[in-house]
């Protein structure tokens, strides 16, 4: 197989939510602000020679001039986010076609082309998982990126969000013949490194990595991060296990939901006590940052960076970049311990469920419920002192958060959601449960 030297070919969750005092056992921690970056990016040099920054930017959510997810991207604030990443040494873009709405490829076309096409690296992907699996739509779909991206090659190419199922990743790429197109798209330069995005069962897992040896994955992306490295929710395999197994053959691994969709940066208050006590100067989202890029095969920890405040912090992490000791692995090891008996539900926020044909807005009632439950503001018992504060709290926040027509009660339990969700989240299910929560506590009702 012909690898092409890049060289030769061509002659960007909130910062932990920590920027306010927290409070445990009587005692007030100050968080860390955002950190201006002291030392130079960290680079992980690729199985071609591409040195790769460690910090790599998803381009999955972008700023929008509301706030919202569905609000328009606001492009002059995109293009500094993505100026700023490129002057202080972001050089990985992971974007694909069902991201921001189908927005993203053209959105990342736009700003990288400001940039010379030598200094940076762009990702994107086979996104053929909802309904046509034809070889004509794929082919279609890949020469749209091209398009888009205004590239003439793209450097990462990944089959897209596959694992659920053998049968699935057969009926997307080796029936319709898609994964030998790819593979002549790399042997013609037009691909330079040829992976795949990982949710699923370790029964596909297994089966997809066996094409090593007649495909040769360049590498391969998973869901990687403090919490999942043993203590995986859903069907999701734990992360030391799908790196163990990369490590083994040689493959380098991506990195995406570092933080688990914002979680491990608003942890409980409890832990970020701890987590401060130890690292007072750090953010709470730097510890499962530094987690990630502390595994020596991780070639770039993704992150979508929607405000300037995250990427600086971020940058500031893998600028310097000190990974973590031993026993900083098995602190993290207890705090994972711990969070594993907070009841929240494990939503990414990938927004993969929406939109909802009845108008649910199912990423943003779950975020609210975490970020009570992560906050220790749930109003769980009516004999506890604070629980009226709480209630208000809980119900005022979640009119604010979730419009009345997208809340959980209008869910009619169609399922249409669920196998789209890579933590196979029981979707109805947890509408059905926080709709019976909600109205318990609008009606004042004992728990």
């Known amino acids: 197989m012909k690898k092409i030297d890049r060289r030769t070919f061509i002659k960007g969750a909130a910062l932990a939510g920590t920027s306010?005092?927290?409070?445990?056992?009587?005692?007030?921690?100050?968080?860390?602000?955002?950190?201006?970056?002291?030392?130079?990016?960290?680079?992980?040099?690729?199985?071609?020679?591409?040195?790769?920054?460690?910090?790599?930017?998803?381009?999955?959510?972008?700023?929008?001039?509301?706030?919202?997810?569905?609000?328009?991207?606001?492009?002059?604030?995109?293009?500094?986010?993505?100026?700023?990443?490129?002057?202080?040494?972001?050089?990985?873009?992971?974007?694909?076609?069902?991201?921001?709405?189908?927005?993203?490829?053209?959105?990342?076309?736009?700003?990288?082309s400001r940039h010379q096409r030598d200094k940076y690296f762009v990702a994107t992907k086979m996104s053929n998982s909802r309904g046509d699996f034809s070889q004509e739509f794929a082919k279609k779909m890949y020469r749209n990126s091209f398009e888009k991206l205004k590239v003439d090659?793209?450097?990462?190419?990944?089959?897209?969000?596959?694992?659920?199922?053998?049968?699935?990743f057969n009926r997307r790429?080796?029936?319709?013949?898609?994964?030998?197109?790819?593979?002549?798209?790399?042997?013609?330069?037009?691909?330079?490194?040829?992976?795949?995005?990982?949710?699923?069962?370790?029964?596909?897992?297994?089966?997809?990595?066996?094409?090593?040896?007649?495909?040769?994955?360049?590498?391969?992306?998973?869901?990687?991060?403090?919490l999942d490295w043993n203590h995986a929710g859903g069907w999701n395999v734990n992360a030391s296990y799908l790196y163990e197994e990369l490590d083994k053959r040689g493959i380098q691994a991506t990195i995406m939901e570092p933080l688990r969709g914002g979680a491990l940066a608003n942890v409980p208050e409890t832990i970020a006590k701890k987590m401060l006590e130890r690292r007072p100067a750090d953010s709470i989202a730097k510890w499962a940052f530094r987690f990630a890029g502390t595994h020596p095969r991780v070639l770039s920890v993704l992150s979508g960076m929607t405000y300037m405040e995250h990427l600086q912090d971020n940058i500031a992490t893998y600028s310097g970049f000190e990974p973590c000791s031993e026993e900083e692995l098995a602190f993290l090891e207890r705090i994972a311990k711990e969070m594993v008996e907070f009841p929240l539900i494990d939503c990414t926020a990938c927004n993969y469920c929406v939109p909802c044909k009845y108008g649910i807005d199912i990423p943003g009632i779950f975020q609210h419920y975490n970020k009570c439950v992560s906050e220790e503001m749930m109003?769980?018992?009516?004999?506890?002192?604070?629980?009226?504060?709480?209630?208000?709290?809980?119900?005022?926040?979640?009119?604010?958060?979730?419009?009345?027509?997208?809340?959980?009660?209008h869910c009619i339990g169609c399922n249409d959601c669920t196998p789209k969700c890579p933590q196979n989240i029981d979707i109805p299910k947890e509408m059905r449960r926080l709709d019976a929560f909600v109205e318990r506590l609008k009606q004042g009702k004992e728990f």
């Open 379 to 409: 109003p769980i018992s009516s004999a506890d002192d604070n629980y009226r504060k709480l209630r208000r709290a809980f119900l005022v926040g979640y009119d604010r958060s979730v419009p009345a027509l997208q809340q959980a009660n």
């Open 153 to 168: 090659y793209i450097d990462y190419y990944l089959l897209h969000n596959i694992g659920s199922s053998i049968e699935s």
């Open 173 to 226: 790429f080796i029936d319709n013949g898609i994964l030998d197109f790819l593979q002549q798209e790399r042997e013609a330069g037009r691909i330079r490194n040829l992976g795949w995005s990982f949710h699923g069962v370790k029964e596909a897992f297994d089966h997809i990595l066996a094409y090593h040896e007649k495909v040769h994955w360049d590498f391969v992306q998973i869901q990687l991060n403090y």
């Open 20 to 112: 306010a005092a927290l409070a445990a056992g009587g005692i007030n921690i100050k968080a860390a602000e955002a950190q201006e970056a002291t030392g130079k990016m960290e680079y992980r040099t690729s199985s071609c020679g591409d040195k790769v920054s460690l910090l790599g930017y998803g381009c999955m959510r972008m700023p929008t001039d509301d706030g919202t997810r569905n609000g328009k991207v606001d492009m002059d604030a995109q293009h500094r986010l993505i100026d700023y990443a490129m002057d202080h040494g972001v050089n990985y873009y992971d974007t694909a076609p069902v991201y921001t709405g189908g927005r993203s490829e053209g959105i990342m076309g736009e700003c990288l």
